[in-house]
C-alpha cells in the first residue's frame, strides 16, 4: 500500500444531514483502498447554505434540525483537530442514515463515544458559539464550486467539484471506474454540469 506521504490529498466538505453526501462519502471509502488517495475531511452546512431562501415547510424544518450535527463537528474538530472528523462522520452518518435515528444530543453523544470522543461534546448542538467557525469552514468549501450547489464539495489536486450524486455506493472496480471519470471531467477546463434527473432513492447497502 503507498505510504500516506505519498497519497493525493482529497479534500471533501460534507454536511452528515445529507444521504447522497453519505453515499458519496462510503464510495470515497471504496476508491482509496484501490487509488493512493488520502481523504481529508471538512464540514459544510446545507442549514448555512438554504439561510434567508424560501423553502417548503419541511425541508425548512430540516434545516433547522440540521444545525446541531454540524455544531457538533466543528465542536469535536476544534477539540481534536480535523483527523477526527473522518470517523465522527462515519458515526453518525450510520446513525442517521442505516439505524435512523432521531438527530437528538443522545444520538450525538453515542457517535461521539463510538468514536471515541466526549460525549459531552453533543451539547454543542444547541451552541451557536461554533457558528462562526462553521460558517467559515462551509464558506471554503462553497467558494470553490459557487452557490448554486449542495453537499458534498470535493477538491483534488485544484479541481473542485460538486457531488457525484450516485445511488448505490459503486464498490470495487466500480468506485475505481467512477473516479477515473469523474477526475477527467473535472479537470476539463471549461466543464460544469453532467445531470439527470433522480429517479431512486438513496440506498445504502
Partial sequence: MPS????TPVDFWFDPLCPWAWITSRWIHEVAKLRPIEPRWHVMSLSVL??????PEKYRDLMDVGWGPVRVCIAAEQKYGPEVLGRLYTELGTRFHHEKLPKTK????AALEAAGLDPALAEAADSTAYDEALRASHKVGIDKVGQEVGTPVIEVEGSAFFGPVVTPIPRGEAAVKLWDGVLAVA??????ELK????REPIFD
Fill in 196 to 199: 439527470r434527473t433522480r429517479d
Fill in 4 to 7: 500516506e506521504e505519498s497519497r
Fill in 50 to 55: 438554504n439561510e434567508g431562501r424560501d423553502l
Fill in 187 to 192: 479537470s476539463t477546463d471549461g466543464f460544469y
Fill in 106 to 109: 443522545e444520538t450525538f453523544a
